[in-house]
């Protein structure tokens, strides 16, 4: 026996109860007739899954292997079974949209209250990622759309829609620190300053490490981690500490006169974003015309005023 959506569910209840007990009572089966089908699967693949101990079971390392392809499973005929119900107008729909803080407020939420107008049935789950984690849920399922400025090169994701949206990130401070003071700030400037970030490694920290390294400068480490934006905001309000940030996320502190852009020239980036989907399986009823709606949306953000 190999993986099928019911041994998907009994190897993804077992991992996630630790109990072939608490999974036999989730799945609303009989604990004979989950241990039954776990020992099929360790046969069919001729590997253990679990190990047995006093408290119940852990994965082994071939069970951590297929436990992304068991959920990969359960959420694909998940989103069949969702495909078809609104296909036969039998469900409202859902469509599950991830992206990084800057886009959901503005561009997003104009689309959702765009689409709203004619279908308002339609349920939005909206999820705030940074850039590295977006892929990864794309990937699993869990998102039918992604809104990224990162380019994805890989062969489970393509564009849903040719159209590319922008936005601007620069370095910001609180008002009252030292260093808006200075008639001049240049990038070796900064440099040397106290920065709060996203961890290393994601997108937008190596891009910011790029402005330095390129000069052959050597930033200092940030004094704070976060992937919380209001974390980083915080920060860059209550001290010294410089943040780098799009400016949909800082318009109202900046038009507040709570944090001032830092003029250096070398930290403003202009983003490209465009909006993901995988390629297997079909786009929903519903993703396509959020679709349209982002579309047009992005097109009245940026008429001139």
């Avoid at 993901?276 to 399986?281: D, E, N, P, Q, V």
């Amino acid at each position: 026996m190999t993986l099928d959506l019911r041994s998907a569910a009994v190897l993804i209840e077992c991992v996630r109860r630790g109990s072939l007990g608490r999974a036999a009572a989730a799945l609303n089966m009989t604990q004979p007739a989950v241990t039954r089908t776990i020992k099929l699967l360790e046969a069919g693949y001729g590997v253990p899954l679990f190990e047995r101990n006093t408290r119940g079971v852990v994965p082994t390392l071939y069970g951590e292997a297929l436990l992304p392809y068991a959920k990969l499973l359960v959420s694909e005929a998940g989103n069949a079974d969702d495909l078809i119900r609104q296909m036969r107008g039998a469900s409202r729909g859902v469509v599950r949209v991830g992206g990084v803080a800057s886009v959901l407020g503005g561009l997003l939420v104009g689309a959702i209250r765009q689409m709203r107008q004619h279908h308002p049935d339609v349920q939005f789950r909206i999820v705030e990622e940074l850039e590295d984690r977006l892929l990864d849920r794309l990937k699993s399922g869990d998102l039918d759309l992604a809104i990224s400025p990162e380019p994805y090169a890989d062969d489970e994701i393509a564009l849903a829609m040719p159209d590319a949206f922008h936005d601007i990130v620069s370095a910001y401070a609180g008002t009252g620190n030292p260093l808006l003071k200075r008639a001049r700030i240049s990038l070796e400037d900064v440099a040397r300053e106290d920065w709060a970030l996203p961890p290393a490694g994601t997108p937008i920290v190596r891009e910011w490490l790029r402005r330095f390294h390129g000069r052959a400068m050597e930033p200092k480490p940030p004094s704070i981690v976060s992937r919380s934006v209001q974390v980083i905001k915080a920060a860059a309000l209550a001290g010294d500490l410089l943040c780098w940030m799009p400016l949909p996320l800082v318009r109202e502190e900046v038009e507040r006169g709570e944090l001032a852009r830092v003029p250096v020239a070398e930290l403003d980036w202009t983003r490209t974003f465009r909006v993901y989907r995988r390629k297997k399986g079909l786009m929903s009823p519903s993703a396509a015309i959020l679709i349209q709606c982002i579309r047009r949306t992005a097109e009245h953000l940026e008429e001139p005023a």
